[in-house]
T-cell receptor, first 113, second 118 residues
Framework: GESVGLHLPTLSVQEGDNSIINCAYS??????FIWYKQESGKGPQFIID?????DKRQGQRVTVLLNKTVKHLSLQIAATQPGDSAVYFC????????????FGQGTELSVKP | NAGVMQNPRHLVRRRGQEARLRCSPM?????VYWYRQLPEEGLKFMVY????????ESGMPKERFSAEFPKEGPSILRIQQVVRGDSAAYFC????????????????FGEGSWLTVV
């Protein structure tokens, strides 16, 4: 199976600072990872994804880092803004188990103005 | 291109009634996933369907819950004889094939259906 855990349930940062949200997974066969952002009362919104043949991928203000050796994933948000306040989930895709996403518990990011 | 559409957004049912939640995947997507989210928790996988086939239902409760994705029309998650513990947000997601990281070929979620059982 697979278990996915985030290191901190809450994270508070100052507006303009960088945010780092961490995630650990258990199954070394996992090969596709996605970060989602969920605002209150809404569905998970795709942010960025990465495959296991990469160790870094960048988007607009976001970077995902993958360390397969220690089975660790992180999401970095540059110049955090109040609109970034939300719950962030990492999700691991399991091809070898019929194809489904396993979600972590989520980290709630609060941005202080 | 419309996203994943779910309805109803909010549904109130009395204990013992039936709840039907609908999901129309994104255009061109033939894979549908249902997830349940309890307050303050992450999303729990329920079922994965392709057109007319259930691929993985390992997360579905053994009783009262069923899902389908017919050849025509939306995917339906059906909960019979609802109980208070069924109160949750139910999310549908879709992908064009098994999600992978080619541009655009990932798994997108709808805005959810919030079920309240009174």
């Amino acid at each position: 199976g697979e278990s996915v855990g985030l290191h901190l349930p809450t994270l508070s940062v100052q507006e303009g600072d960088n945010s780092i949200i961490n995630c650990a997974y258990s199954n070394s066969a996992s090969d596709y990872f996605i970060w989602y952002k969920q605002e209150s009362g809404k569905g998970p919104q795709f942010i960025i994804d990465i495959r296991s043949n990469m160790d870094k991928r960048q988007g607009q203000r976001v970077t995902v880092l993958l360390n397969k050796t220690v089975k660790h994933l992180s999401l970095q948000i540059a110049a955090t803004q109040p609109g970034d306040s939300a719950v962030y989930f990492c999700a691991v895709f399991l091809y070898n188990q019929g194809g489904k996403l396993i979600f972590g518990q989520g980290t709630e990011l609060s941005v202080k103005p | 291109n419309a996203g994943v559409m779910q309805n109803p957004r909010h549904l109130v049912r009395r204990r013992g009634q039936e709840a039907r939640l609908r999901c129309s995947p994104m255009k061109g997507h033939s894979h549908v996933y249902w997830y349940r989210q309890l307050p303050e928790e992450g999303l729990k996988f329920m079922v994965y369907l392709q057109k007319e086939n259930i691929i993985d239902e390992s997360g579905m409760p053994k009783e009262r819950f069923s899902a389908e994705f017919p050849k025509e029309g939306p995917s339906i998650l059906r909960i019979q004889q609802v109980v208070r513990g069924d109160s949750a947000a139910y999310f549908c997601a879709s992908s064009p094939q098994q999600g992978h990281s080619s541009t655009g070929n990932t798994i997108y979620f709808g805005e959810g259906s919030w079920l309240t059982v009174v």
